[in-house]
Every structure is written in C-alpha cells, then in structure tokens.
C-alpha cells in the first residue's frame, strides 16, 4: 500500500497568468511569472537541496543549501527567493555549488545530535536526507567548544542546552536538534496566525522560543500541529511517532469534527493509526489543520468505547450483552410491538451530522420505507435549519453560496454569530491571512471574540449587539445601504424582483429601523452601525460568513432572511470573494440536510407533498410513502409524554445533552418503551435507553461527508471496525430484521441510489470522486465538474427575491427575577457535546464548561474568578465556576456545553424559530449568583447516570 506521497515544491505556487520559459540544467520549462528558481526546478523534476525552504510558506533564504548559479549573474543566488526570468539559463550542480553545499552542511552536523538511529524521525528527517543528497562524508569540527547538543562540557554545565519541552500533550520540543531554519515560526504566522513562536537571541544563541521563552503548554500556541509538520529534524516530533515508529502506509480521508472539512493522510502502522497528516491536496484545508482533526482521534480506541451490542427490560437494570443477532431481533420486534400498539405514527428515528451521506440517508429510508411513516429528524435542524428556510426562501437553494477559496478574493469581511477561530479554526486561519493582507474586517457578537482582536489583525467595526437583536441590527444595516443610496441597482434590476425591492426598500427605510433607534434597542453606537454599512457597500468584494449565533434565535430564519437582503442589495452575489456562507458546526451537517433528515423533506429538499418526488422512491422502495411531514425532535418528546410516542432510534447524536430544556427531553425519553441508542460511548441519552448498538469511527467506515461549502469528500476505511460493523452495516441489518431487503454490498452502491434519485447529486459517484478528489453540489449533468459558486448567472429560483425582515422580540426577556442574557457556544479544544474530545488530550486546555461575566456584573454579586457560582433560569439551575472577563458585555453571561456534569442545556428554554423550530439557544434569562456546590438536579442527574451506565457482564467479571 505504502504512504501517499505529496511533492514539496520549496515555495509557493505563482498565481500570475503570465508565463515564463528558462532553462534548468539544461531541461527547458514554463512556469507563471513570479514562481521562484526552486519551484520551476521541481515541476521540472529537478530538486534543489533544501532545508529552510517548503511551499506551505515563503520564501525564507537562510539555509544557504539551495545556492544555484545563473548565466549572466555573479554570485550564487538561493533559488528559493530569486524569481525565474524570460530566458534565465540556471545551473543547479556545479562543483562550487557542491562544495558550498557540504560546507554548509557540515556546519550544521557540527551542532547536532547524531543519535539518528535512536531518534524519532530516523527515517523521515530532512537533514538526514539532505546530507545525503549533497554528498557529506566528513565532518571537520567536532563538537568542540560552544554548542547546543550536551548538557555538560567537560563537566561544567552548558547554558546554551536546553532541556527538552514535554509540556504539549501532543507533541515535543528539542532545542538540542533545532537547526533554527525558522520554518516552525513562519507556519505559526502565515498558515496558522497565531505568532505563537519567535526566534530568540542572535548568531550562535538563536533557538526557537514559545511565546516568552515558555513552554509550550503556557504559550499562545493552539496547537494546530503546523509547526510539527513544518519541522524537517526531530525538533518537534509527535509523541504517538515517538511511541510507536514511523508509519509504513497511508489512507486520505475526511476529518470528523466540524464542518470545514479537512483532509487528512491516515498514517499507520499496521492497523495502529500513527498521527493524522493534513493533506496538502485538500481543497477545504489546504495542507492546515487544527488540535481536533491533527491530534484528538484518541476516543477511537478509549476505554470507555462500548463495543458489545446491549440490552435491558427496564432502565433502572443494568446493561446486558448480547449477540448482534439478538439485538437487532429484539429492536425488530419491539418496533413491530409498539406499532401494533399505539398505531403506524408511535415511533421514528434521528439522523446524525456526525455519520457519513450514506448512513444518513439509509437511516432516512429506513424511517420511510420500513417505519412507514415520516417521524425523521436530525441535530442539523436544531442548529442550521433556518439556513435552509432563509436561503431557499430568498435564493432557492439552501447551502451556502461560496468555497472556501473565496476568501482569498474577499475585500470586506461581515462575521455574524460566528467564532471562527474556535468553531471552523483551520477556515480562520485563511480568513485571518487575508486579513492581514488588508481586506476589512465587520464583526456582529455580543462576545469580543478572538479574531475582533488578535495578532496583526482588528476588526474596523465590532457590533456587540445585545442577544436577541440581530433582526433590527442586520435590518438596520441595510437602512443605511437604502437611505443612502448606496445599493447596487444595477444588479438588482437584472438579477432580482425590481418591486419586491422597492417594497423591502420602502420598509427597511422606516424610521424605526434606523441605527439611530435600533442602536439605543441593541445597545450598539448608531455610528458604528452607519459606518460598518458604508464600509460593506463600497468597500469592494464583500462577504458574509455566519454561524449559530444568528440561526439559534426565535427569528433565526428571519435573520438568514435578512442577511441574503443585504447580500443582494450590495450585488455580493454570484462571483468570487461574495456571498452568504454558513459556517456548519459539525462535520456532516450539510450532509445530513441532502440526505432528506427533515421531517417534511425528502432527499434534495423536495417536499414529501410533491407527487412526482414520492413516485421516484415509491417506484424505488416498493413502498406507498406518507405524504403528510412527520414529527420533530420536539414533537416526539410532546408525543412521547402524551403517550401517543414510543420508539425511537437515535444514530449517533446525543439529544439530552445537546437538546434545549434538558428536562423536557428527560421525561419525553423516559416515557418512551423503546429507545434505541446508536453510538460510540453511553451518552447521556443512552441513560434513557433499552438498546445499545455499538457504532463505528470515522476511520473504520467508507463514505461520504458534505462539508459547509457543499463538498463531497470521501471518507476512507483505514482499520476495521473494532465493533464488527460500520454503521451503514448497522442499519441494513436492522432494516433487514425488520423485513426490509436490503443488500448493499459497500458504500459506493448506496451513493449509487442517492445519485439516481436527487438531481443535485447525479454525477456523484466513488469512482469520480477518486478522479475529482471532491466536487460541490450541484453536480450533474448541467454542471459535471460540480459548482464551487452558486447563482453565478441567476438564483436557482429565478428572481432573487427581496423579503421584509420585522423585528419581533423574542418571548424570553429579562427582569428582577433574571436580569441578565445567557448565550452559548464552543471552544476551541472540544468539540459538541464533549463525546469525542473529553476522551482525549484535549481536557488539558478545557476540563469544565465555565461561566463567561462582565467584572461590573461579578462585583455586584460579590463574586471572584474561579467562585462556584448558581446559574438560573426560569426552566432550570445548574453550577459551574465563573471566569471574570470583559469579552461579555455589561449584562450578558456565556458558557460552553461540552460537559455533561454542567448540563448548560437545562437553563436553556423551549423558545424556538417561528418557522423551523430550532431552538433558542442564544438568548435565555439568568440570575448568576454565589453558590457552594452541585445543584440538586445536577446530583440527582448524577446518581440517575451512574446507575444507568452499569454493565451487568463486567460486574459479573470482577
């Protein structure tokens, strides 16, 4: 098999459409103006000796290996910083360049460790190789007088060794092999933009220095692992290389955490996955990567994975294994059971956003075909649903309009709701790059979040708007673009209604939604509003990039609603560097969307109404299918308390850690006589459940993921499932014990079916996919290679359509009781509910949700940094420990939901959108005060969790 090889071409490629022709040792080739000596060598098949050189950075020129000599020119010029020439003739092997080669490499070996048999990267070190490759067969200096290598000198200590650095769980730092070529320090900055790392001292004291001369724990760093990769000696080495060796073969695949999409080089030994390599052809990450996806696959192989299928009568009984067989019967049966009881309609299914296209949709089919009946529902709605409405209502398709390559052209950036660089990191890192570059920065969050301010990088505009407002802050946007004249009617008129315009026109220019009224509403500075608007309708290339904190609102739709307004009143629309661009939470959010996990919608959002679209399944699935929507998550619980809800099937989400109003989805899933849970680990909805099915990894399935800019990426098997089966296996088996007669013999064949039946998939295939790499719907026979932009020419629906956005306040409102506005979100170290990323290294930067207060709001209740503290609300209490900061605003506290011993989602409410009914996340009245211990549900939550999570097989072996 061996390991996937990519080719490093020294620097980066040229994006001039020029060409220039030389000449290299004779061999002649064309290259874009602008690409470096060392580039045009390599696409020649010519590589030039190099260390401080690699082409995920630019050009450094320090390592002096990769001298050439050019006609004409005196002096040996480094290849990697001197641009090609119309005509230049280079000479890259001449006896002088030979000979400086191995002097320079001489120096180097004079101060550096050679234990290359015992070190980590024997076998994959770029010094090793390059002294090879310039012939070095001798070294004249020793390691006499000053050096890094030893910690003694002739017995006295030697202050220029330092110690190794084993603060990073992931990864060590050996001062003693640093050959201060620098790549590591400019990975940090122009791929990462951390600038976590700097060079210290000068000449001989040089080394590479975390931060402050720190460790690399205490430092800025986020490791990203960019660094690690960078690195051509054993300087910075992963430990699990340390552990187990170097990897002998490799598989590309898909990350498994959120919704950017990364591609990553499996590294293995054996079966043992080595360390997880971000693959440079990856066209969602560009060669980047960030802790989640580089580091934290431990959880695939944790103790605590339940691998045996489990069954109980009751769930106060402890668990019991049992064969696949038996399990799969008695869900069977017990499905079968509840139908006959309580009718066609008393059981359903949720989908996941974690599961690849093809188990989605078998989990969808499975609902429809063999439940009968259309109670499908999915975690996506929960978060992203008003994406789809908003976008399809205005639009006519309900994705995001760019790739992530549109960045890269974009002059002002408008983030909404979002933190990057904590939820979608390695997309921020390219965001933050062409920041730097100059394009301006708009940014709407109640939170200072990181990328507001941070290195080399401040936004010209931060909106701090209250929670709950962005309809009148976006409307009001829009007021001044209106009032102003500052609209593209150019564009409207062609590409849009010119009347539905006017109206909407005539409506944002009412009074009542001016800055001036909206900023004393949101408590924004009416001039921050005229300003940010002006900026983004004359300021060129405009995109907007959105996130949870605009969808998770009682007006979430309404506020997608109102952002394509303002896309399309600029003219962002329909090109490179525009657009209105969902930043997706999980890694197959989009995905589970195409599948058709909504209750109203089958696959390719067709309305289970449509005549036409049932007869293509019908005349598929052999079955007459329900034209009339099924029931939500929400209904189910309502349904399930009213008795008339029985049976559910839940694939790979946890919706009583990640549902609103955790007591409500308590007593739904308790009332239920037959929940079956399929997942890696107990969750927190398996306390509730009668069946266990043990699920499979990212790295044991093959499949599909659709990223946030519509990208089909494949998903490759790199071990077998450590449960016996993958997940589509799963499902299958069930639908067939349920009398179903499906024979699906691999992934391709499921992909196959989808591909025949919605058209925005039909060229999609795994064979295309193998020749495409990846390719964004729609992909068809209009457009064969897939659609990076959409509406380039006209909206899917036609017109792009104007709709009015009036500002409705959300029912959840603060007072005496609880004064102040609790919102939630992620960090950048776990991920979701915490499932995947507690069970890893990644708990060293985040061990507990904590509660974000403003210093006036924490003085007035007497509390300090680090207190216990009562969290309140009118559905619920919970206790974590406060963090004092002034990235909240005055009034407004924030807390993450990765942990369920805090259960943040117990004080969030029952309020949702008013036309998807995804929760209201954001916005939820508190009191915050002194606390001096677990709350009492938080105990009786605990003593209900650990009763349920006993397994009767291990009690019987101890």
């Not at 234990?115 to 002294?131: F, I, S, Y």
């Not at 009191?927 to 605990?942: F, H, I, K, M, R």
Request: proline share 5%; hydrophobic share 35%.
């Amino acid at each position: 098999m061996g390991l996937v090889q990519e080719i490093d071409y020294g620097t980066p490629a040229s994006t001039s459409e020029k060409q220039v022709t030389l000449t290299v040792d004779g061999f002649t080739v064309t290259v874009p103006e602008g690409t470096s000596i060392m580039r045009a060598s390599m696409e020649a098949g010519i590589a030039i000796p190099k260390l401080c050189a690699t082409d995920m950075v630019d050009a450094f020129g320090s390592c002096r290996l990769c001298l050439v000599e050019i006609d004409g020119r005196n002096g040996t010029p480094s290849s990697c910083t001197t641009p090609v020439a119309p005509g230049m003739v280079v000479h890259t092997q001449t006896g002088r360049l030979k000979d400086i080669r191995r002097g320079v490499m001489e120096l180097y070996i004079s101060d550096h460790p050679l234990d290359c048999l015992t070190c980590a990267a024997n076998g994959d070190c770029e010094l090793q190789t390059q002294a090879g490759v310039v012939g070095l067969r001798d070294v004249r200096y020793g390691y006499e007088g000053d050096n890094h290598v030893f910690k003694k000198n002739d017995g006295a200590e030697n202050f220029k060794w330092m110690a190794k650095d084993e603060s990073n769980p992931y990864f060590t730092y050996d001062p003693s092999k640093c050959i201060v070529c620098s790549r590591c320090v400019r990975a940090c900055e122009e791929v990462q933009g951390t600038f976590a790392l700097t060079i210290e001292g000068r000449g001989f004291e040089s080394r590479v220095s975390p931060g402050m001369h720190q460790l690399f724990i205490d430092s800025e760093c986020v490791s990203c692992g960019a660094c690690v990769q960078a690195c051509p000696t054993a300087t910075l080495s992963e430990k699990s290389v340390i552990k187990i060796g170097q990897p002998e073969h490799s598989v590309v695949t898909t990350c498994a955490y959120c919704g950017v999409g990364c591609s990553f080089k499996a590294e293995m030994r054996g079966d043992e996955l080595v360390r997880m390599v971000p693959y440079k052809d990856g066209k969602a990450n560009r060669g980047h990567s960030c802790v989640k996806g580089r580091f934290a696959y431990g959880y695939s192989t944790h103790k605590e994975r339940i691998l045996n299928p489990m069954i109980r009568e009751k769930v106060t009984d402890p668990w019991r294994e049992v064969s696949w067989e038996e399990a799969l019967t008695h869900t069977a049966n017990e499905f079968r059971r509840i139908q006959y009881q309580y009718g066609r309609t008393s059981i359903g299914g949720i989908t996941s956003s974690r599961c690849t296209n093809e188990e989605t949709y078998l989990v969808q089919k499975l609902i429809r075909q063999g439940f009968r009946n259309n109670n499908v529902d999915t975690c996506a709605r929960v978060c992203h649903s008003p994406t789809g409405y908003g976008l399809g209502q205005t639009f006519g398709t309900s994705a995001g309009t760019q790739d992530f390559d549109s960045i890269e052209q974009t002059d002002v950036v408008i983030i909404i709701g979002a933190n990057p660089t904590d939820a979608h990191p390695v997309f921020a890192s390219r965001m933050k790059k062409r920041l730097r570059k100059g394009a301006k920065l708009i940014v709407l969050d109640p939170r200072r979040t990181d990328i507001v301010r941070s290195a080399h990088i401040e936004a010209q505009h931060h909106l701090p708007l209250k929670p709950g407002t962005n309809v009148a802050v976006v409307t009001a946007l829009a007021h001044v673009i209106v009032t102003e004249g500052l609209f593209d009617e150019a564009f409207i008129r062609e590409r849009c209604d010119w009347d539905e315009f006017q109206d909407w026109a005539s409506f944002v220019a009412l009074p009542e939604n001016s800055p001036e009224v909206v900023g004393q509403l949101a408590n924004v500075d009416p001039e921050e509003i005229r300003s940010a608007a002006r900026l983004f309708a004359t300021g060129g290339n405009g995109a907007i990039y959105y996130g949870l904190g605009v969808t998770e609102h009682s007006q979430g739709s309404t506020t997608v609603i109102a952002i394509a307004n303002l896309a399309m009143a600029t003219g962002n629309i329909g090109r490179p560097g525009v657009g209105v661009n969902p930043l997706r939470g999980q890694n197959n959010v989009q995905g589970s969307c195409d599948m058709g996990s909504f209750p109203h919608e089958l696959p390719g959002y067709r309305h289970v109404s449509g005549d036409a679209v049932r007869d293509i399944y019908e005349s598929l699935w052999g079955v007459k299918l329900d034209d009339e929507p099924g029931l939500r998550i929400p209904n189910m619980l309502d349904a399930a308390v009213d008795g008339s809800f029985k049976g559910l099937y839940v694939q790979g989400e946890d919706i009583l850690q990640s549902d609103p109003d955790t007591k409500h989805v308590a007593a739904g899933l308790a009332a239920m006589e037959c929940v079956v849970v399929h997942d890696l680990f107990l969750n927190e909805t398996a306390n509730y459940a009668h069946v266990f099915l043990p699920g499979s990894t990212f790295l044991e399935k093959d499949g599909t993921f659709t990223n946030a800019e519509r990208r089909i990426n494949r998903v490759r098997k790199v071990m077998a499932p450590k449960n016996g089966l993958a997940d589509w296996e799963v499902t299958q088996k069930l639908a067939q014990a349920m009398g179903l007669a499906w024979n699906y013999q691999h992934p391709s064949e499921i992909m196959d079916e989808i591909a025949r039946t919605t058209p925005s998939f039909a060229e999609v295939s795994y064979d295309y996919l193998e020749k495409m790499g990846s390719v964004q719907w729609p992909c068809n026979e209009q457009a064969p290679e897939g659609t990076p932009i959409m509406h380039i020419s006209g909206f899917v629906r036609g017109k792009g359509k104007f709709i009015r956005t009036e500002y409705v306040a959300t029912d959840e409102r603060t007072g005496p009781r609880f004064p102040l506005l609790l919102t939630t979100g992620r960090i950048l170290s776990q991920y979701n509910v915490g499932a995947q990323t507690r069970r890893t290294d990644n708990v060293m930067w985040h061990s507990e949700d904590r509660l974000e207060i403003h210093p006036h709001d924490a003085e007035n209740r007497g509390l300090r940094d680090g207190d216990w503290v009562r969290l309140t609300s009118r559905s619920g209490e919970t206790t974590l420990r406060a963090l004092i900061t002034d990235k909240v605003s005055p009034g407004v506290v924030y807390t993450t939901f990765h942990h369920p011993d805090t259960q943040a989602n117990v004080i969030t409410t029952d309020f949702s959108d008013w036309a998807t009914n995804c929760p209201e996340y954001k916005v939820t009245a508190v009191q915050v005060g002194a606390s001096n211990g677990p709350s009492e549900w938080q105990l009786d939550y605990d003593e209900q969790a650990r009763n349920s999570r006993r397994i009767a097989t291990l009690e019987a072996a101890e």
